[in-house]
């Protein structure tokens, strides 16, 4: 596991960084921390955050995969991680697991590397079975089947069949009254 964490202080920069130590060192004598490195210039702060930014583009090079953005209650994100971990197993063994996101609330990129040497276009065939096998962990932990990037296309049939009647009710009168001709994404929203 890594984490990369942002500190600030209203106070000074020198405040944020005795922080951010007391938080290492913490979780240093506690063995939940194993090696930290703390950014000493901004242009270093940066270059830290660019490793996540280029992970979705770092996964292109490993083949095809099939990519979920959920949210699970926070203090369920590592008891999710395994129990999904075996439910891609059951779909495609040897499929791979790519997960990063947004801890603090809860939001992961759940996405599936095909197995190495496998067929890209054999594991995009799995797409349904798998989206289903993350989707049922997903729920079990009461998550969101989507988070960050929203329902879109491909995930509206499966949120009209899955929550609850009252928040498909509401979701279609907030629609009802920005768009009451229905002109505005015909048959693209609820």
């Excluded at 930014?53 to 008891?79: F, N, R, T, Y």
């Excluded at 096998?133 to 989507?146: C, K, L, M, P």
């Excluded at 995930?155 to 279609?172: F, G, N, S, V, Y």
Aim: aromatic share 6%; proline share 5%; net charge negative.
């Amino acid at each position: 596991w890594y984490v990369l964490m942002q500190v600030s202080s209203g106070r000074s920069e020198e405040d944020g960084r005795a922080l951010i130590e007391e938080i290492l060192s913490a979780g240093l004598e506690k063995g939940i921390v194993g090696d930290a490195v703390v950014a000493a210039s901004l242009a270093q702060g940066d270059a830290f955050w660019n490793f996540r930014e280029v992970l979705p583009e770092c996964q292109k090079p490993e083949g095809a995969s099939i990519k979920h953005d959920i949210s699970v209650p926070i203090a369920s994100i590592p008891d999710f991680i395994e129990t999904a971990a075996g439910a891609v197993a059951s779909v495609s063994p040897g499929a791979r697991v790519v997960c990063f996101g947004h801890m603090g609330d809860g939001n992961l990129h759940y996405n599936i590397s095909r197995p190495e040497g496998g067929d890209d276009e054999a594991f995009l065939a799995l797409y349904r079975s798998m989206n289903n096998a993350v989707h049922d962990v997903v729920r079990s932990f009461r998550g969101s089947i989507s988070a960050e990037h929203g329902i879109g296309q491909l995930k509206r049939d499966e949120l009209i069949a899955t929550a609850p009647p009252m928040a498909i009710d509401l979701m279609r009168r907030v629609k009802a009254a920005f768009d009451p001709a229905g002109i505005m994404n015909p048959g693209k929203v609820i």
